[in-house]
């Protein structure tokens, strides 16, 4: 009946929501933008999006926001009752903190916060079924007996609408070291055990859309660049950053007094573009430093000089790199080493990780390389399952030539990597996809197995996929998960859901340039094809619109 409900700051930070579907993420997204983020409030505190109806509430205090998305309209019947409870039961669960200005961690929240919510959603259900229509709301003054650490996270994760997992209650066995016996090792064993349904053509055809991959001459498959908006008409310059240095025509020799009221004007757009005061300032003094002392007879001479000197700035700050050094990178390590090349994602939960993982193998399977696909996450319910549905899916697109190396959940992550770099050798995979369980950055336990994780084996790629839309959140989390590797750096960003980023494109050159991370790749849509390498004339483009 209800289709998502979440609790975030105002910021974007999403703390806890129920559903990770694209489109209960739309519903967040245009919420942020429409109410938070735009400068001035334009929808209401129930509006419509789309088939939805979302509706949210204030801690105006704390900065917090409620949110719920329904299309059912039954739902309407409680759900401000419930936003209301939630909305007190989170308050004073979390008062202490909140008054520190500290934010609640996610297993406080799955521990504390989500049973009373599933207990009290259960309870108002129950009552809007009755189509009882004076729902009284009733306090939560009796706390249910705190369910274990672990029980909590099942029950969370299972409000999230995690697929059935083949194997009746195996979830439950959750432990984090890795003795097991062996007859749990068996029986918790999926390894090339994926779901034996094919999918049918239509589900095919949601998966994937047209490519934009380019042959080399040496027959190598590349990913393209994200293009600029080829429907921008770049002679429309009024709407754009650039109209700001129209006043600069006409012949004079440009001097410092004629440029820095412009740049202001330009620093202001960017920062409005959430582009960081220091990289804005850089920007501008490298525009300054290109204009000064020219003459600029036309408008498309100006606009000429100020988007190479955007370009030479921001090349320095993104280091984009190829996807062809990447297939170079594997092909030297079979050469010289005979191994399987070994590329891991790490990230928050619901960022995409799986997904993109979904991706990266598609691509590298366009260039015939054999992909043993490591399901790492033991944490999440029906997290393999998941990953179990992608590796069919492109077994149906792309023939046999990858398998899943899943051993069940409750698993150590890194004696499950171990096993599947030995697996990965004896039957001549070439690269080993890792996917790894989603983690908040400022949940300690979860990041310290990541120093494990990566201290177990030898990792030729970690890259973090870090959410295009999460906001100032994004750099947060780069800076943790840097921290959290052992004795190595990260080595890179593989942003996703930058179709999704409008006005927030300047977070992720921000990310890039506190952290010193390259992007990698950048994640366009949800199909397996809507992968591309950044382009900086891309990004030239979303700062200046
Ligand atoms: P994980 O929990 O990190 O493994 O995240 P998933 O791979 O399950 O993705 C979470 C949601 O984000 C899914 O609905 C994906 O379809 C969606 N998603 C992933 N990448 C992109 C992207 O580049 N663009 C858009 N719009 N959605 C994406």
Redesign the pocket.
């Known amino acids: 009946m209800l289709d998502l409900f979440a609790v975030t700051t105002k910021g974007g930070i999403v703390l806890w929501k129920t559903s990770?579907?694209?489109a209960c993420?739309k519903c967040l997204q245009v919420l942020f933008y429409e109410a938070f983020l735009s400068e001035r409030r334009n929808v209401e505190n129930s509006f419509h999006q789309g088939r939805f109806t979302i509706q949210f509430q204030e801690s105006i205090q704390n900065s917090i926001v409620f949110v719920v998305a329904f299309q059912d309209a039954k739902a309407e019947a409680f759900t401000q009752t419930l936003l209301n409870s939630m909305h007190n039961v989170f308050i004073n669960l979390f008062q202490e903190q909140l008054q520190k200005k500290k934010l609640p961690t996610e297993s406080d929240i799955l521990n504390n916060f989500v049973p009373l919510y599933n207990a009290k959603l259960a309870q108002l259900s129950k009552v809007s079924e009755k189509e009882k229509n004076n729902v009284q709301e009733t306090t939560l003054l009796e706390k249910p007996k705190a369910p274990s650490r672990e029980k909590s996270r099942n029950k969370a994760h299972a409000s999230r609408q995690a697929p059935p997992t083949s194997k009746k209650g195996k979830k439950e066995l959750r432990k984090w070291d890795d003795q097991l016996t062996s007859e749990e090792q068996e029986a918790l064993n999926y390894s090339g055990k994926t779901p034996d349904v094919a999918p049918t053509s239509s589900q095919l055809s949601n998966v994937i859309g047209d490519t934009n991959f380019q042959k080399t001459k040496k027959g190598d498959v590349v990913i393209g660049d994200l293009e600029a908006d080829p429907n921008q008409n770049p002679s429309a310059t009024s709407s754009t950053a650039f109209s700001f240095f129209s006043g600069l025509i006409g012949g004079k020799y440009l001097k410092e007094d004629d440029l820095d009221p412009v740049l202001k004007k330009v620093q202001e757009h960017l920062i409005q573009k959430n582009v960081a005061n220091s990289i804005s300032l850089e920007l501008c003094k490298s525009v300054k430093k290109s204009l000064i002392g020219k003459k600029v007879g036309s408008f498309e001479s100006v606009k000429q000089t100020v988007n190479a000197a955007f370009r030479e700035t921001l090349t320095q700050i993104l280091t984009p790199s190829t996807s062809l050094d990447l297939l170079h990178s594997i092909r030297a390590v079979q050469k010289n080493e005979d191994r399987p090349y070994t590329i891991s994602l790490i990230?928050v939960?619901?960022?995409?990780?799986?997904?993109?993982l979904a991706k990266l193998a598609y691509w590298l399977l366009s260039n015939n390389f054999r992909i043993l696909v490591a399901a790492c996450d033991t944490f999440r319910s029906g997290a393999i399952e998941?990953l179990g549905v992608h590796v069919r899916n492109l077994q149906s697109l792309k023939g046999s030539s990858i398998e899943l190396f899943a051993q069940g959940y409750g698993k150590d992550s890194s004696f499950v990597v171990k096993n599947a770099v030995e697996y990965a050798k004896k039957n001549n995979f070439d690269v080993i996809l890792i996917d790894t369980a989603?983690r908040r950055h400022n949940d300690q336990r979860l990041m310290g197995s990541l120093e494990k994780f990566t201290k177990a084996t030898k990792l030729d790629k970690i890259f973090q996929?870090a959410e295009a839309l999460v906001g100032t959140d994004s750099l947060a989390q780069a800076k943790h998960f840097q921290a959290s590797l052992y004795h190595r750096p990260l080595d890179g960003f593989i942003i996703?859901?930058?179709?999704?980023v409008g006005k927030l494109v300047g977070v992720m050159v921000g990310m890039v340039y506190s952290v010193r991370v390259p992007i990698v790749f950048v994640?366009?849509?949800?199909m397996y094809s809507?992968l591309r390498t950044l382009s900086v004339d891309w990004v030239v483009d979303q700062l200046m619109k």
Do not use: C, I, L, M
């Not at 994640?523 to 949800?526: E, T």
């Open positions: 990770d579907s694209a993420q990230g939960n619901g960022v995409g990780k799986s997904t993109t998941q989603g996929v996703s859901k930058v179709d999704t994640g366009v849509g949800q809507d």
